[in-house]
C-alpha cells in the first residue's frame, strides 16, 4: 500500500521532471545557438563575424597607410590600430542597422542592378582582369564583394527614400553663393562628350561616320561600351585640367580641340578607345551665380539630406538591441 503510495507520488511528479528536463535541454540548445560561431556583436540578431570585422579593420589601415601615411609600427601603432577596430565595428552596426530598415521599408536591389553596378567598378578598376587582381589582393572573393555592394546599394536607395523631399530655396543658394563667391574660382574647362569602344580599328570607324556627317549622340547610344551612354548619350559635362578621375590622355585630347571639333585619332587608355567631341570651352574665372548655381543647390541639398540620415541613424541607435559575444573585449 505504502509502495504504491510512493509510486503514484513518482509517477505525479512525472510531468514537472519532464518539463524541466525539457527545459534545461531547450536552454542549453538556445544557449548554443547564440553563443556559437565567431562574431563579435549581434545587432538585433543579426551576426557580425570577426571575419568581417578583421577584413574591413585590415582594409581600413591599408587605406590610412597609402593615402595618409600613417604609421601602425610600435605602441603607438598598435593604439591606432585598436582605436580603428573600433570605429570599423560601430561602422559595420550602423551599416546593419540601415540595411535591416531597408528591409523593413520594402526597398530591394535586383541582380541587374548589382551587374550594371559591377560593370561600372570594373572599369573604374581599368578593366574585369585587373578588378579581379584588386579583390585577389585585398583578399575578398567576388560573392563577397557583391554582397557588399549590394548592401551600400540598399542602404544608397534608403537614404533616396527617407529624403526624398528634401529641398532648398532660392534665397539659402544665393545667400551661399554670396558668402562663398570669392572662392569660387572655375579654371578652364572644357565641355565634352565621348563614345568609347574596344579597338583601334573600331574607333577609326566611328571618327569616319562623324566625318561623314552621323550624329554624335546617336552614335554614342549605338556604339559605346561606357554603361553610361545609353542615358547621357556620350556627353560627359565639363571637365577641368586638374580633375584627377579623368585619364591623362584623355584631358589633353580634350583641350586640344575646339569647340565643334572631334578628335581625329583614337585616344587611348586603360579603359578602351575613345573618341572625343568638344562643344564648349571656358576661361578660368571667378563663376557666376548661374554658372554655379545648380552646383551650389546639389550641395546643399545633399548636406540636409546628410542631416536628415544622421538623424535617421540616431533613432535606429537608440531603439537596437546590441548583443555582444561574452569573448569579446570592447
Known amino acids: 500500500m505504502e509502495r504504491a503510495a510512493k509510486t503514484k507520488r513518482i509517477i505525479s511528479y512525472l510531468p514537472q521532471i519532464l518539463l524541466f528536463i525539457l527545459i534545461v535541454t531547450v536552454g ?22 570577426r571575419a568581417e570585422l578583421d577584413r574591413e579593420t585590415a ?11 600613417v ?8 593604439a591606432l590600430k585598436k582605436q580603428l577596430r573600433q570605429q570599423t565595428l560601430y561602422q559595420l552596426i550602423d ?65 533616396d527614400y527617407i529624403t526624398k523631399d528634401v529641398t532648398v530655396g532660392e534665397k539659402l543658394i544665393q545667400e551661399a553663393y554670396q558668402e562663398y563667391k570669392d572662392m569660387l574660382v572655375i579654371p ?20 569616319a561616320q562623324l566625318k561623314q556627317g552621323s550624329d554624335f549622340e546617336k552614335l554614342a547610344e549605338q556604339k559605346s561600351i561606357d554603361p553610361s551612354a ?38 587611348k587608355t586603360e579603359f578602351g578607345y575613345h573618341v572625343i567631341w568638344c562643344f564648349d570651352k571656358k576661361a578660368a574665372g571667378t563663376a557666376t551665380y548661374e554658372e554655379v548655381k545648380d552646383s551650389l543647390s546639389q550641395q546643399l541639398i ?6 536628415r540620415l544622421s538623424e535617421y541613424l540616431e533613432k535606429l541607435r537608440m531603439n537596437c538591441r546590441l548583443f555582444w559575444h561574452p569573448d569579446y573585449e570592447l
Open 302 to 307: 545633399a548636406q540636409k539630406k546628410q542631416e
Open 59 to 69: 582594409l581600413a589601415e591599408k587605406f590610412f597607410e597609402s593615402y595618409y601615411g
Open 95 to 159: 551599416y546593419a542597422l540601415l540595411h535591416q530598415a531597408a528591409v523593413s521599408c520594402g526597398l530591394r536591389v535586383s541582380e541587374e542592378e548589382i551587374d550594371h553596378q559591377l560593370l561600372l567598378d570594373q572599369m573604374q578598376a581599368g578593366g574585369a582582369e585587373r578588378f579581379q587582381q584588386l579583390l585577389k589582393e585585398e583578399g575578398v572573393t567576388e560573392e563577397q564583394y557583391r554582397e557588399t555592394l549590394k548592401k551600400l546599394m540598399m542602404i544608397d536607395k534608403l537614404q
Open 230 to 267: 545609353k542615358q547621357n548619350k556620350g556627353i560627359l559635362g565639363y571637365i577641368g585640367k586638374n580633375d584627377s578621375s579623368i585619364a591623362e590622355e584623355f584631358k589633353n585630347a580634350a583641350f586640344s580641340l575646339s569647340p565643334g571639333e572631334f578628335s581625329q585619332e583614337p585616344v
Open 188 to 207: 578652364e574647362r572644357v565641355k565634352v562628350g565621348h563614345i568609347l569602344v574596344e579597338t583601334e580599328e573600331e574607333a577609326r570607324e566611328v571618327i
Open 28 to 49: 542549453g540548445i538556445w544557449g548554443w545557438r547564440v553563443y556559437s560561431g565567431d562574431w563579435v556583436v549581434q545587432v538585433n540578431g543579426v551576426k557580425i563575424s
Open 71 to 78: 604609421d601602425f609600427q610600435g605602441d603607438e601603432g598598435e
